[in-house]
């Protein structure tokens, strides 16, 4: 018996047109992505597993490609027509371009990533922002990275963005603009000061329009017109003091901050440096009645230069006078720690908060402003006792709780450094003669030399040719990376 199948209803053939129709619609989207996958991977292929064009077999430069990429400081991520990555070296990962996919073992990358390469890829034009680059959730608890990225089309779909880490960058011009800021603040108060205190001088001298009538009265009012006077100029005194001094240590921690070279160290007798340093204090410390006292071991020596031990172990000395209390001490003691030598000054003054000890040491901070500007402080002392004792391979510690004075600790190498060991008169060198170098690569034989400005010109010039290329870099541009 034959069983007839009943035909099917309007509806039931119009479902089955439209399920074919998105069928075929997923079908051709499947399509043009695979054949986008498949261009990407032969443009990449073209390059070589090394990412810089495809060495011959047996080539001894073979992976040589994949290496000097991540030997790069640059990030280098190269994205095909979708925004997939297919090429990313070391630094691109460390600077957080990349982002864990959706898909599980794949990776993305970052979405500004993203955006560049599409705008890229719309206009044709290269693209360079500067910008904090966020890291993404995974190291929500570090500090934004700033970047330079620029993005640019080599060719078949493919988008390379370079990173270049600039946050070291931006860290030096916010402190040169600090800097700045602060030394016009400290010049502007004295000058300041200078320009009103010679106003006020010349009022008190300028004779008067009417000589008084009475003898008398004209003899008290040139004793106040000289006394006013004489306030006023040691008030200028003082002020252009400041001042000079003000001008003395910013060039003096210029100088340690720069590339001088450090004078060949010398024995140093730590006696003599603590002899000198006292001296300088001594006026302040009779003028509130502090007493100077030293104990200790004697007869230490520290290697260096004995002048700017005597500056740095003056200012901790000086500082511990200007904040202690009246009719107070002031410790130095010196005690020999191993390979080291720990000098410190102890007093009993003020004392440091606990949010302050952490910042005693940048140029210009002040835990106590007022008091401070008051004392005759340029807030440039502890910044160079800082560096006197880094650049002699030691470093300056503070103990202290406020309202129970301030210990703080210069530790000196007992011995030279090795950095700061001076070279002999003469020396030989014994070692294997080293052969003659091969003479570098032509244009006429071997293989070309081009002049390349940044990695995706690298990029985008194996992709033209798979024949390995020799890539040099630019010396007319050194500001150019990768």
Do not use: W
């Not at 005597?310 to 002031?330: D, I, K, P, Q, R």
Request: negative net charge; charged residues 20%; proline residues 7%.
């Amino acid at each position: 018996m034959t069983i007839l199948a009943a035909p099917p209803d309007g509806g039931t053939l119009m479902l089955a047109i439209a399920v074919g129709i998105v069928l075929g619609l997923a079908a051709g989207l499947l399509l043009a992505r695979y054949q986008a996958h498949r261009r990407a991977a032969r443009a990449v292929n073209a390059l070589g597993p090394s990412g810089l064009g495809a060495p011959p077999v047996g080539d001894p430069l073979a992976g040589l490609g994949r290496k000097s990429l991540d030997a790069l400081r640059v990030g280098v991520v190269l994205l095909d027509g979708t925004d997939q990555v297919v090429l990313a070296n070391r630094s691109a990962r460390a600077m957080g371009m990349l982002r864990a996919s959706a898909v599980p073992g794949t990776i993305a990358a970052h979405p500004i990533l993203r955006t560049l390469a599409g705008q890229v890829r719309h206009t044709g034009v290269p693209r360079e922002v500067e910008l904090d680059l966020p890291r993404g959730r995974e190291l929500a608890e570090s500090q934004p990275l700033g970047v330079h990225l620029r993005a640019v089309a080599v060719g078949g779909g493919l988008v390379c963005v370079e990173a270049a880490d600039v946050t070291d960058a931006h860290r030096v011009e916010r402190v040169r603009r600090d800097f700045v800021a602060n030394v016009s603040h400290e010049l502007k108060t004295p000058i300041g000061a200078l320009q009103l205190l010679a106003e006020a001088l010349l009022d008190a001298t300028e004779p008067p329009d009417e000589q008084p009538a009475d003898p008398e009265a004209a003899a008290a009012q040139a004793a106040e017109d000289v006394v006013a006077s004489r306030r006023f100029a040691e008030r200028i005194q003082r002020e252009s003091t400041r001042l000079g001094r003000l001008v003395s240590e910013l060039l003096e921690l210029s100088r340690l901050q720069g590339a001088e070279r450090l004078p060949d160290p010398e024995p140093v007798a730590v006696d003599a440096v603590v002899a000198e340093a006292l001296d300088r204090a001594r006026t302040n410390a009779a003028a509130k009645h502090i007493e100077l006292v030293v104990v200790g071991t004697r007869g230490l020596t520290v290697y260096g230069n004995d002048n700017q031990f005597a500056t740095a172990l003056g200012n901790l000395v000086e500082n511990a006078v200007a904040y202690s209390h009246e009719h107070s001490a002031v410790v130095v003691s010196a005690l020999a720690e191993g390979d080291r030598v720990d000098i410190s000054v102890s007093d009993q003054g003020i004392g440091i908060g606990p949010g302050d000890l952490d910042r005693v040491f940048e140029r210009f901070y002040r835990a106590d402003q007022a008091r401070s500007r008051a004392t005759g402080g340029t807030g440039l002392g502890l910044a160079i006792v800082k560096h006197i004792a880094t650049n002699h391979g030691g470093r300056v510690d503070v103990r202290s709780r406020l309202g129970g004075g301030s210990t703080f600790t210069l530790r000196l190498p007992a011995r030279p450094p090795e950095a700061m060991l001076p070279l002999p008169a003469s020396f030989e060198i014994d070692a294997a003669p080293v052969p003659d170098a091969p003479a570098p690569p032509t244009l006429s034989d071997g293989p070309a030399v081009a002049d390349l400005n940044h990695a995706a010109d690298a990029v985008n010039l194996a992709a033209e040719d798979a024949n390995p290329a020799t890539a040099a870099a630019n010396p007319a541009r050194p500001a150019q990376t990768g």
